[in-house]
């Protein structure tokens, strides 16, 4: 990163994003900049890479100086508080070790970033048609996947090849993070160009190879030209170059 004015601007804001310094304002707003700026997201995590290279550097410096105490014995007057200190830095430095060795992968970050579940649909004030799937349907819509989903899958059982049915219940599916049952549910939508559900299940079924780490077959989907998320599949694969 150059040095300029702007560009120093710049990374104070991302050091001050990363060791927690910006108000819940700040984030907020850093944060949508970011879901924008697929460059910004690749500063932001290099800096947190850098960050922690400089914390494990001065955790070996401390571990060097108390091993010299040691060789040369023990410090004369040294009471708790001398090793306190040590014990401290240490504490700090794992933690941000396993916050790097537990942070997403980027493909879960980009699926966290990117993923909205599918609003659903219209449930008629009088559902006498269908009332098992508006009663899921309307479980679905108050945020309870689970419940529609099982009430949905029951409903498979009886109509397999039935596109409705197979597309909900993988949004349902992935809004609990569970990519791999949705992947064939999404694949078979996909599969029917003349499924009303079609160019929905492409969107998702892109998500959802983000979902379980198949980042090849997502960058091998050609849907960069969709109307809705053409834009949103362009940088997320330019994410995963």
């Known amino acids: 990163m150059s040095q300029n004015p702007m560009d120093r601007n710049r990374f104070e804001e991302i050091e001050a994003y990363v060791l927690g310094g910006m108000s819940a304002g700040e984030r907020v707003a850093f944060e949508?900049?970011?879901?924008?700026?697929?460059?910004?997201?690749?500063?932001?995590?290099?800096?947190?890479?850098?960050?922690?290279?400089?914390?494990?550097?001065?955790?070996?410096?401390?571990?060097g100086s108390v091993r010299t105490e040691q060789a040369n014995g023990p410090v004369k007057n040294a009471g708790w508080s001398h090793y306190l200190k040590y014990a401290a830095f240490a504490a700090i430095v794992i933690s941000g070790a396993f916050w790097m060795l537990t942070r997403p992968s980027t493909n879960e970050r980009l699926f966290a970033e990117h993923f909205t579940a599918d609003p659903g649909l219209?449930?008629?004030?009088?559902?006498?048609?269908?009332?098992?799937?508006?009663?899921?349907?309307?479980?679905?819509?108050?945020g309870d996947y689970a419940e529609a989903r099982g009430k949905w899958s029951v409903l498979l059982q009886a109509e397999p090849t039935n596109d409705t049915l197979r597309y909900y219940i993988a949004s349902a599916a992935l809004a609990m993070d569970d990519g791999a049952t949705a992947i064939p549910?999404?694949?078979?939508?996909?599969?029917?160009p003349?499924?009303?559900?079609?160019?929905?299940?492409?969107?998702?079924?892109?998500?959802?190879?983000?979902?379980?780490?198949?980042?090849?077959?997502?960058?091998?989907?050609?849907?960069?030209?969709?109307?809705?998320?053409?834009?949103?599949?362009?940088?997320?694969?330019?994410?995963?170059?």
């Open 185 to 192: 549910l999404l694949e078979g939508v996909v599969a029917e």
């Open 32 to 63: 949508q900049e970011m879901e924008r700026d697929a460059l910004l997201r690749a500063e932001v995590e290099l800096q947190r890479e850098n960050i922690l290279a400089i914390e494990l550097g001065g955790m070996e410096r401390t571990l």
């Open 194 to 241: 003349s499924s009303t559900f079609h160019h929905r299940s492409q969107w998702y079924l892109f998500l959802a190879y983000l979902k379980v780490g198949d980042a090849a077959k997502a960058k091998a989907m050609p849907i960069e030209d969709d109307p809705m998320h053409g834009e949103q599949v362009r940088a997320i694969k330019a994410d995963l170059k």
């Open 122 to 142: 219209p449930v008629p004030m009088s559902a006498t048609d269908k009332p098992a799937f508006h009663d899921a349907m309307v479980a679905y819509k108050l």
